[in-house]
C-alpha cells in the first residue's frame, strides 16, 4: 500500500508546572547543552505520562516514541485514555506545535479539524465566517467560492446565510462550521472529537460524509474519539495509546477490546460478605460481549458459618448506576441450609446480553435470616454494538438501555 | 537526516511533501507559504474592521477622531502651555503629521508584540503560517493610515490654500518609502517582543510604557532642530527620527532630510525585519507548549 504518513519514533516532552518560574536558568542551561552539542540536560529526567501518579519530574513525555504508518484511503482510529496522548499527537501531525524527537513524513496536503469554527467571528456573517474559517483551515477564496452553495447547503442555514453569526443558535453555529470542514480537499484530514458537538442528526450525516470521502476520494482520515461506536463505524484500523506509547495495533474491533479491556478490573479479589460468606469467584466467560452475545458467568461462594441462604441473585448496573436486570437465582435450587466450611458453586447461563453498548458493572445479592446485602461493584463487563446493516445507529444514550432482537417487513 | 529537516511546501527532498521534524533551519522563512496563504491576510483584514467598528456608535469616524483629539491635547499642552518650538510651522500640522505616521508605527508594533497572546485559541488548533497574522495587522494598519493621511491632506490644504508659512518639496514623493520603513520597523520589532513575551510575560507590562518612552525619543512633539548638535546624534540613533523629519520636510517645507540618515533607517528596518522574522519563525513551532 501507498504510504502517506510515516511516524519514525517521534516523542514530544512537556515542561509541568507553572511555566515562568525558573524558567530562564533552564533555557540557559538548556541553550547551553545545545551549543555544546550535548544532550538536553532536561529530556533525560523525564519519564512516561501517568496523571495518576505524581512524578518527581518536572518534565513529562507525552509522547515517547511512536512510530507507525499510514496508508492511502485508510481510515485510522486513535483511542486512549484522558492524557494518553492522543491529541498531543494530532497537534504534532497538524504542525500546531513540532516534537522534540524524531520525525513525520507526509505526502500530500494535510488539513486538520482539532475544533470547528476556528476563528469565527460572531459579528461576521455566516458567508462571511465561511470564507474566513475555510481559508484559515487552508482553502483558497477561489476554493471556497466553488463549493459556497454545497457547504451552505449541507449546513442547512440558507435562510440565515447574511445574518452575523452571533445570532445563531448554537446547534447552527456547529453546523456551519462542520460544513465548512466538510467541503475540505486535503489528501489527509485529521479529526478530534469534533463529532461530540450537535444533535445526534447532524452526527450521522457527518460520520456519512466522512465515511464517503475516504471510500470514494481515496482520502486518508485520522479520527480521535472516545465514542467507540463512532470509531468503530469509520476507522478499519486503529492505535491504542496508554501513557504516551503505543500500546497495539491493528484492526479496530480488537483494538477496542484491548482499550475496554483495560478499563476492567484485573483479576478477582474475595470479597468478604459480613462475617458468614465470602465470594470466591464471580467470572464471566468473557470481559467484553458483543450486545446479543451469550454469556456463561461462575459464580462461587464458601461459607464461614452455618448459614440459612434464603436469596441470591446477580444484579446489573449500568454507566449510571441504575439497576438495569437482576438474575433470580432463588428457583434453581440454590437456596437451603449450609454448614460452615461448605462452598456453593454455580453455572449461570445467559442466552444473550440485550443491553446497548457500555459498561456495566456486575453486583450480588445475599439474603440470609435477618441479613441482606447489595455487594455492588464487583466486577465489570464491556458490552459493544452489534453492527446491523448499513445505517449509523444513534447515539447511546438515546437508545434506552435494551437492544430489542426485533425484525420488520413492509405489509402494504 | 540533517538534509531533509525542511517544513513547508518549499524543497524537500524524495517523494514526501512535508517532512515534520524537531530541527528546522533558522533561515528558513516559509514566505512561499505565506503566499499561498494570501487570502486569509486579506480576510484577517477585513476581520479587523469589522470587529472594531461594528456596533459603534460612531463607526469609522473613529479613524478620524483619534488623531484631531490627540493633535488639539499636543497643540494646547505642547504648543500654547510649554511652548515647545515647531520649526515655525503651524501648530496644527506639525502635531498632526507626527501623531499619523507616530500612531501606524506604534500601532504596528503594539499590535504584532501580541500576536501570540491574542491569538492563542486560534494557534493551538490549526496551522497556518503564522506569520500571516502579523503581515495582516500591518495591513489593516496601513488602510488605517491611509485615511488618517486623508485627514493630514485635508488640513494641509487648507493652510496651504490660506497662504500659512509651509513649502512643499519634491521631498513628498518618498512617502511611500517612508511608510514602508515604518511599517517595516514595527514588524520587526514587534515579532521580536512577540517572541519574547511568549515565555516572559511582564515584557508586556514594558511594551506599553516602553513605546510611549520612544515617542518622547522620536521628534514627534519637537523638531529635530530644536535639540542641540551634542545630543542630536542621540535621537538620530532612533531609526524613526529621519522618517518623521523626512516627511515634514517633504509636505511643510522644514525639517531634517538626509540621505544618510534615510539610509541608516532603511538598513535598521532590513536588519530588525529580518532579526524579527527568524525568532518569530523559531517561537512560532513551539510556542503553543509555554503559553
Not at chain 1, 447515539?395 to 437492544?403: E, M, P, T
Not at chain 2, 525639517?255 to 530588525?272: E, K, P, R, V
Request: net charge positive; with cysteine.
Amino acid at each position: 500500500m501507498d504510504i502517506v504518513i510515516k511516524a519514525e519514533q517521534i516523542s514530544k516532552l512537556y515542561r509541568l508546572g507553572e511555566v515562568g518560574t525558573g524558567t530562564l536558568s533552564h533555557d540557559l542551561n538548556r541553550w547551553i547543552a545545545k551549543v555544546r552539542g550535548k544532550e538536553d540536560p532536561f529530556a533525560k529526567v523525564g519519564e512516561t505520562n501517568d496523571r495518576t501518579r505524581k512524578g518527581n519530574s518536572d518534565y513529562v513525555w507525552a509522547l515517547k516514541d511512536l512510530s507507525f504508518e499510514v496508508g492511502r484511503g485508510e481510515v485510522l482510529g486513535i483511542i486512549g485514555r484522558n492524557g494518553a496522548g492522543k491529541s498531543t499527537l494530532l497537534k504534532l501531525l497538524s504542525k500546531v506545535t513540532k516534537p522534540t524527537a524524531g520525525q513525520i513524513r507526509i505526502r500530500g496536503r494535510i488539513a486538520s479539524l482539532l475544533e470547528v469554527g476556528t476563528g469565527f467571528h460572531p459579528e461576521m456573517t455566516g458567508r462571511e465566517n465561511i470564507f474566513l474559517n475555510g481559508t484559515i483551515l487552508g482553502m483558497t477564496k477561489r476554493e471556497i467560492k466553488s463549493k459556497l452553495d454545497e457547504i451552505i447547503d449541507f449546513a442547512g442555514i440558507a435562510r440565515y446565510v447574511d445574518t452575523p453569526v452571533k445570532r445563531y443558535s448554537s446547534g447552527m453555529h456547529v453546523r456551519l462550521a462542520f460544513a465548512v470542514a466538510a467541503f475540505l480537499e486535503p489528501e489527509i484530514l485529521i479529526v478530534d472529537e469534533v463529532l461530540a458537538v450537535g444533535d445526534a442528526e447532524f452526527q450521522k450525516k457527518c460520520v456519512g460524509r466522512m465515511k464517503d470521502v475516504s471510500a470514494n476520494d481515496g482520502r486518508t482520515i485520522l479520527f480521535v474519539s472516545h465514542d467507540m461506536t463512532a470509531i468503530n463505524q469509520l476507522c478499519h484500523r486503529s492505535l491504542l495509546l496508554e501513557g504516551g506509547e503505543l500500546k497495539a495495533t491493528g484492526p479496530t474491533s480488537d483494538i477496542i477490546a484491548t482499550y475496554q479491556r483495560s478499563f476492567l478490573n484485573s483479576g478477582f479479589n474475595e470479597v468478604r460478605v459480613d462475617s458468614f460468606c465470602a465470594i470466591n469467584r464471580l467470572v464471566f466467560n468473557s470481559d467484553v460481549y458483543t450486545s446479543g452475545d451469550p454469556a456463561t458467568i461462575t459464580l462461587a461462594l464458601s461459607f464461614m458459618q452455618e448459614t440459612n441462604l434464603s436469596g441470591l441473585a446477580l444484579l446489573f448496573y449500568n454507566e449510571l448506576n441504575q439497576r438495569i436486570a437482576i438474575i433470580d437465582l432463588r428457583n434453581f435450587g440454590i437456596i437451603g441450609k449450609y454448614d460452615a466450611g461448605q462452598t456453593l458453586t454455580c453455572q449461570v447461563e445467559v442466552s444473550e446480553v440485550p443491553f446497548i453498548e457500555g459498561t456495566y458493572n456486575i453486583g450480588l445479592y445475599i439474603e440470609s435470616g435477618q441479613v441482606r446485602k447489595d455487594i455492588t461493584d464487583i466486577i465489570r463487563i464491556v458490552v459493544n454494538e452489534r453492527k446491523q446493516g448499513d445505517i449509523i445507529p444513534y447515539l447511546a444514550r438515546y437508545r434506552g438501555v435494551l437492544n430489542l432482537n426485533a425484525n420488520c417487513k413492509v405489509v402494504l | 537526516m540533517k538534509g531533509d529537516t525542511t517544513i513547508g511546501s518549499d524543497v524537500v527532498p524524495s517523494q514526501w511533501s512535508e517532512v515534520i521534524s524537531p530541527d528546522d533551519s533558522l533561515l528558513n522563512l516559509k514566505l512561499r507559504e505565506v503566499w499561498r496563504y494570501r487570502d486569509l491576510l486579506m480576510l484577517l483584514v477585513r476581520r479587523d474592521f469589522v470587529a472594531t467598528y461594528k456596533q459603534t456608535v460612531l463607526g469609522p469616524v473613529w479613524f478620524f477622531l483619534q488623531p484631531v483629539l490627540t493633535t488639539l491635547t499636543f497643540t494646547l499642552i505642547f504648543g500654547r502651555i510649554a511652548r515647545l518650538s515647531t520649526d515655525g510651522l503651524p501648530m496644527i500640522l506639525f502635531y498632526l503629521s507626527g501623531i499619523t505616521l507616530w500612531n501606524y508605527f506604534a500601532e504596528c508594533l503594539n499590535r504584532t508584540a501580541t500576536v501570540f497572546k491574542d491569538n492563542a485559541a486560534v494557534f493551538g488548533k490549526v496551522y497556518f503560517p503564522r506569520l500571516i497574522v502579523p503581515l495582516s495587522i500591518i495591513v489593516s494598519n496601513l488602510v488605517k493610515l491611509g485615511i488618517q493621511l486623508l485627514l493630514f491632506l485635508i488640513v494641509w490644504g487648507y493652510y496651504i490654500g490660506v497662504g500659512a508659512n509651509i513649502h512643499p518639496t519634491g521631498g513628498l514623493f518618498i512617502l511611500p518609502l517612508l511608510v514602508i520603513m515604518m511599517g517595516g520597523l514595527g514588524l520587526g520589532f514587534g515579532m521580536i517582543i512577540s517572541a519574547l513575551t511568549t515565555k516572559y510575560r511582564d515584557l508586556i507590562f514594558l511594551l506599553t510604557f516602553g513605546v510611549q518612552l520612544l515617542m518622547y525619543a522620536t521628534p514627534v512633539i519637537y523638531p529635530l532642530s530644536s535639540i542641540g548638535p551634542k545630543y542630536q546624534w542621540l535621537l538620530l540613533a532612533n531609526p524613526m527620527t529621519p522618517i518623521i523629519e523626512a516627511f515634514r520636510y517633504g509636505f511643510l517645507g522644514a525639517g531634517t532630510f538626509n540621505g544618510i540618515y534615510l539610509c541608516y533607517s532603511a538598513g535598521c528596518m532590513l536588519l530588525i525585519l529580518f532579526l524579527g522574522t527568524v525568532v518569530f519563525n523559531q517561537v512560532e513551532r513551539t510556542f503553543v507548549d509555554t503559553v
